[in-house]
């Protein structure tokens, strides 16, 4: 009986007993020859498919088997989702693909494909027609044919496909594989090198890595393989007119598709005698002859990548023992979070992105003189993918993404991602209802649906093929539904039995994706079950080698190490690209910056506002940055709710400065994805309020890129936020929100709040130079009190404006991160008050009240919360002895516990107090004095100090 687990040993005895049960086959099919009559996938290629897929079984095995002993840190496994190999197969090896972490045969795939000394690669450019259709299309779905795609020649030559202008859709053939019951194994038990256990993983005779395939010696026997339909949503997603090119859509015959590892790049009639100890004559006494090949490098290279994320090497290539992810930069794998479909955001923004520059780099805009040098996000018809659970589909953020794809293609807006929705019907022990998943895909809008059976791997193939086709031809948004089962639970410690009946795992155990894909490939006359169990155990052998190498290898050794990647600080070169910038403004640039400008430059303008300041920063911005863009609510049409961002979408265009949907997390997953693609986003958030809907895009998705890739990968981003309180006659909380805490503890994130208009011009600059040399992730936080403050001690003095710097006096008024500014009032001997944002303006009018009882104090802006200007805040509060810590956010958890706490740290002896705002939300009106901090308060907090 199956145990309460589905063991390693349980699943290896079976898929033991499942191949030695297969006949061999009485004839050899040519492998160079396609699987399925008409269809795209050849006999070789399948071998090297089925090669990714127990590549990645035996990694599971491998992960529970370090587990037993201590030494893995990570048991979620790929075993049941091996189908998504097929899904790699599909695709270039330059598109970005951001996957779950049950993907380890899509990595595999990804290895050879973009391995330079792998032999050349067949690009699969063949879609074969459906035969009959059993699925009706949604309410309101339009049907067209599917394009009549040749297949790829033996020699690997590429043949075009359909013209543009041609639908491309496909329904269900024929009956799905099935697999065969059973038998069940005792358990077994082994001991492997050091007294380490075996467990379940597969350990084969010392060998030279290699396994003898047949050559051909008679004709393949295709079966029959089901694709499941891909339908058009009610808005006509998918549908393309006869005869009419989209603007957005990419000619195909510009659009030779992926390629499959290894295929048709090893001789197939090369023929051997056979010596193996198992039986190596088929039905009628037919002798079979091999071709002896090793273990792809690229899968072993790929499994020691994933070996070292179990282990937590320090020597993975990727996240370096930070966390076990599917990544490399080389191979267009975007590390993503364990965070339930919170990478689906960022794959709708890296979509709009690598659509945007294409069409830019079509214009020959992509990188004009003097730009920062940009990633290259792939081809320039490169897709975007994105592969996560069936339960993911339930989540906020998947909803998002779905609703911003379908939005904006519905705007017209071309988005040029695949979903992977791969299936396997539960999400840890909770159950996806019959049907939910079908239902709830199939009526995305602006999404096309295909579908496959993942156990089918030729099936899986041709239909995620011409999933990628369509979204390659088109530039539009389509979700590739993928039937699955789950193997082995959820991971090492699930116990299964506490939720499922032993028939149910026992079902799933008998739709093992691999041990159909050895089926089809004994069906089709490519290899025998003994010879494709001797290939396991090869694999096996070397999976298990890689691992015991892997269990020496360093650990992370120090906070030092772990923290290293986190956010680098590259001051002096931040500076010189101020400097730069400001050269060119002043220079090369100046006509170009007048026109932009109408002819009056700001410097020119007279003292500014904020708001305005903050406005031609951005201008200048635009203009330093190509690749800069500003989005979000209202930014465009209107110029923002409180005009800062007027006048910016004439100046520069709707691609550069564009309205977004009010969706926060939308807004922030298009930032994400558009910086790692290579564009420099300036995305606003209405209120601060508004920012907590969203905040994961910032904690687990942008802070943490760099800590799981080591810095290979990056999302620089500047992210503009109004907030904070004191706005006069519009309140209440959510436009007068005073918390910040939830920002202050995410590693690495840059928090900038300014206060004086001069201040935020050259902050804004410091971010965006941050972020485009050292890929920061800065938060822009704007006092929406002070946008359009004019006067500071008495009405119409002007004291709140301040000149905007000309480009050439940028260098010698940057403001670096994590420096303060200092205001002196009256002798500024006697107290030092420390605060930000609104609070610098109370405490200038406090210390000038406090001056007219002698009394000199030092008023200490903050300007940057994270990180905290500490060096300044020492000094200055040494310099009086007495600190009084302004902080207009919460009284718990706000900025004045930090403050208080870099105090004590650095050894601060001398007196401190705090006034900061009560515990409560912002009311409306009048009340809202009640909660927040006043200037009466801070001046009785500075006697209070000097009375002590």
Same mark, same amino acid.
């Given at each position: 009986m199956l145990s309460d687990v589905t063991t390693p040993q349980d699943l290896d005895d079976r898929f033991r007993e499942s191949l030695a049960a297969l006949a061999t086959p009485p004839h050899r099919t040519d492998p160079a020859r396609q699987v399925t009559e008409g269809g795209a996938l050849t006999g070789a290629q399948l071998l090297d498919l089925f090669d990714a897929q127990v590549t990645s079984r035996q990694l599971d095995l491998a992960g529970r088997w370090l587990r037993s002993f201590g030494e893995g840190y990570y048991t979620i496994g790929s075993a049941g989702h091996e189908g998504n190999a097929a899904v790699a197969a599909a695709l270039r090896p330059t598109d970005p693909a951001l996957l779950h972490y049950r993907s380890g045969a899509f990595y595999c795939v990804r290895a050879a494909q973009a391995d330079p000394s792998a032999p050349s690669l067949v690009p699969p450019t063949a879609v074969p027609p459906a035969a009959s259709s059993s699925s009706s299309p949604s309410v309101g779905s339009a049907e067209s044919s599917a394009p009549a795609v040749p297949p790829t020649p033996p020699d690997g030559s590429a043949v075009q496909v359909a013209r543009a202008g041609e639908a491309a859709d496909a329904t269900e053939t024929g009956p799905s594989t099935e697999t065969g019951p059973s038998t069940e194994t005792?358990?077994?038990?082994?001991?492997?090198?050091?007294?380490?256990?075996?467990?379940?993983?597969?350990?084969?005779?010392?060998?030279?890595?290699?396994?003898?395939?047949?050559?051909?010696?008679?004709?393949?026997?295709?079966?029959?393989?089901?694709?499941?339909?891909?339908?058009?949503?009610?808005?006509?997603?998918?549908?393309?007119?006869?005869?009419?090119?989209?603007?957005?859509?990419?000619?195909?015959?510009?659009?030779?598709?992926?390629?499959?590892?290894?295929?048709?790049?090893?001789?197939?009639?090369?023929?051997?005698?056979?010596?193996?100890?198992?039986p190596a004559a088929g039905d009628g006494g037919i002798r079979m002859t091999g071709v002896k090949r090793p273990v792809p490098r690229a899968y072993t290279d790929a499994a020691r990548d994933v070996l070292r994320g179990m282990v937590a090497s320090s020597q993975e290539p990727i996240a370096g023992g930070r966390h076990k992810v599917f990544g490399r930069a080389d191979l267009a794998v975007v590390p993503t979070t364990s965070t339930i479909a919170s990478h689906l955001p960022r794959a709708v923004g890296m979509g709009l992105a690598v659509e945007r520059l294409r069409r830019l780099d079509a214009r020959g805009e992509a990188n004009r003189p003097g730009a920062e040098p940009e990633p290259a996000p792939g081809a320039a018809d490169a897709i975007v993918v994105c592969s996560f659970g069936d339960a993911s589909i339930n989540h906020a953020s998947a909803t998002a993404a779905f609703n911003t794809a379908g939005w904006y293609d519905h705007t017209g807006l071309r988005i040029p991602v695949l979903f992977v929705c791969e299936d396997n019907g539960l999400g840890i022990s909770v159950r996806s209802p019959q049907g939910w998943v079908a239902t709830a895909l199939r009526s995305k809008p602006g999404i096309r649906y295909f579908a496959a059976d993942g156990a089918d791997l030729?099936?899986?193939?041709?239909?995620?093929?011409?999933?990628?086709?369509?979204?390659?031809?088109?530039?539009?948004?389509?979700?590739?539904?993928?039937?699955?089962?789950?193997?082995?639970?959820?991971?090492?410690?699930?116990?299964?039995?506490?939720?499922?009946?032993?028939?149910?795992?026992?079902?799933?155990v008998a739709r093992d994706p691999v041990v159909a894909t050895a089926r089809r490939l004994v069906d089709a006359g490519l290899a025998s079950g003994p010879e494709l169990l001797d290939r396991y155990d090869e694999i096996g052998w070397q999976v298990r080698r890689i691992a015991e190498e892997v269990l020496d290898e360093p650990k992370l050794a120090d906070a030092a190490e772990v923290i290293a990647p986190l956010a680098p600080r590259r001051p002096v070169r931040v500076a010189l690209a101020v400097a730069d910038a400001g050269a060119r403004a002043a220079g090369t640039d100046a006509a170009t910056?007048?026109?932009?400008?109408?002819?009056?430059?700001?410097?020119?303008?007279?003292?500014?506002?904020?708001?305005?300041?903050?406005?031609?920063?951005?201008?200048?911005?635009?203009?330093?940055?190509?690749?800069?863009?500003?989005?979000?609510?209202?930014?465009?049409?209107?110029?923002?709710?409180?005009?800062?961002?007027?006048?910016?979408?004439?100046?520069?265009?709707?691609?550069?400065?564009?309205?977004?949907?009010? #969706?926060?997390?939308? &807004?922030?997953?298009?930032?994400?994805?558009?910086?790692?693609?290579?564009?420099?986003?300036?995305?606003?958030?209405?209120?601060?309020?508004?920012?907590?809907?969203?905040?994961?895009?910032?904690?687990?998705?942008?802070?943490?890129?760099?800590?799981?890739?080591?810095?290979?990968?990056?999302n620089p981003m500047v992210?503009?936020?109004?907030?904070?309180?004191?706005?006069?006659?519009?309140?209440?909380?959510?436009?007068?929100?005073?918390?910040?805490?939830?920002?202050?503890?995410?590693?690495?994130?840059?928090?900038?709040?300014?206060?004086?208009?001069?201040?935020?011009?050259?902050?804004?600059?410091?971010?965006?130079?941050?972020?485009?040399?050292?890929?920061?992730?800065?938060?822009?936080?704007?006092?929406?009190?002070?946008?359009?403050?004019?006067?500071?001690?008495?009405?119409?003095?002007?004291?709140?404006?301040?000149?905007?710097?000309?480009?050439?006096?940028?260098?010698?008024?940057?403001?670096?991160?994590?420096?303060?500014?200092?205001?002196?009032?009256?002798?500024? #001997?006697?107290?030092? &008050?420390?605060?930000?944002?609104?609070?610098?303006?109370?405490?200038?009018?406090?210390?000038?009240?406090?001056?007219?009882?002698? &009394?000199?104090?030092?008023?200490?802006?903050?300007?940057?919360?994270?990180?905290?200007?500490?060096?300044?805040?020492?000094?200055?509060?040494?310099?009086?002895?007495?600190?009084?810590?302004?902080?207009?956010?919460?009284?718990?958890?706000?900025?004045?516990?930090?403050?208080?706490?870099?105090?004590?740290?650095?050894?601060?002896?001398?007196?401190?107090?705090?006034?900061?705002?009560?515990?409560?939300?912002?009311?409306?009106g009048p009340a809202a004095r009640q909660v927040l901090v006043s200037e009466e308060a801070i001046t009785q907090g500075a006697r209070t100090l000097l009375a002590r």
């Open positions: 005792g358990p077994s038990a082994a001991v492997g090198p050091a007294g380490r256990p075996t467990g379940g993983l597969s350990v084969a005779p010392d060998r030279a890595g290699t396994l003898e395939r047949e050559t051909p010696a008679g004709s393949d026997q295709p079966a029959t393989n089901a694709v499941a339909a891909g339908r058009d949503s009610t808005d006509g997603a998918g549908v393309v007119e006869p005869g009419v090119n989209p603007a957005a859509e990419v000619p195909a015959a510009d659009d030779p598709a992926a390629a499959v590892p290894l295929a048709g790049s090893r001789p197939a009639t090369v023929t051997a005698p056979v010596t193996t100890t198992r030729v099936g899986t193939y041709e239909v995620a093929v011409e999933a990628a086709a369509w979204v390659r031809r088109q530039r539009r948004p389509a979700v590739l539904h993928l039937t699955t089962v789950r193997l082995m639970g959820h991971a090492g410690a699930d116990a299964e039995s506490a939720y499922r009946p032993a028939s149910e795992i026992a079902a799933d910056r007048a026109e932009a400008f109408g002819g009056k430059p700001p410097e020119l303008a007279g003292p500014l506002t904020l708001a305005q300041s903050i406005n031609a920063a951005l201008t200048d911005g635009l203009l330093n940055h190509p690749q800069m863009a500003v989005f979000g609510e209202d930014v465009a049409a209107k110029g923002g709710v409180y005009g800062v961002t007027k006048g910016l979408r004439d100046r520069f265009g709707a691609a550069r400065v564009f309205d977004t949907l009010l #969706d926060e997390t939308s &807004i922030l997953g298009l930032g994400l994805g558009a910086g790692l693609a290579g564009m420099l986003p300036v995305p606003e958030i209405q209120y601060l309020a508004y920012l907590h809907n969203a905040e994961d895009q910032l904690r687990g998705e942008a802070a943490t890129m760099r800590f799981f890739s080591q810095g290979a990968w990056r992210v503009r936020v109004a907030g904070l309180a004191y706005q006069e006659g519009f309140g209440g909380h959510f436009h007068n929100d005073n918390s910040v805490a939830v920002l202050r503890d995410v590693p690495g994130l840059v928090i900038a709040v300014p206060a004086r208009p001069d201040d935020a011009a050259a902050m804004l600059r410091t971010c965006l130079a941050s972020a485009a040399v050292d890929g920061s992730v800065c938060v822009f936080l704007e006092p929406i009190a002070l946008y359009h403050t004019r006067d500071l001690y008495t009405d119409g003095d002007g004291e709140w404006l301040a000149g905007y710097a000309e480009p050439g006096a940028w260098a010698g008024g940057h403001v670096p991160v994590g420096r303060a500014r200092v205001y002196g009032v009256g002798s500024a #001997d006697d107290v030092t &008050i420390i605060t930000f944002g609104n609070g610098v303006r109370m405490s200038l009018r406090a210390a000038s009240a406090l001056a007219d009882e002698g &009394i000199g104090t030092r008023v200490v802006d903050l300007r940057w919360l994270a990180p905290l200007p500490v060096a300044d805040l020492i000094r200055e509060a040494a310099a009086t002895g007495r600190v009084l810590v302004v902080d207009e956010t919460r009284r718990s958890g706000g900025v004045g516990e930090g403050v208080i706490a870099a105090l004590v740290d650095a050894g601060y002896v001398g007196a401190a107090r705090r006034v900061a705002a009560v515990d409560s939300f912002v009311p409306l």
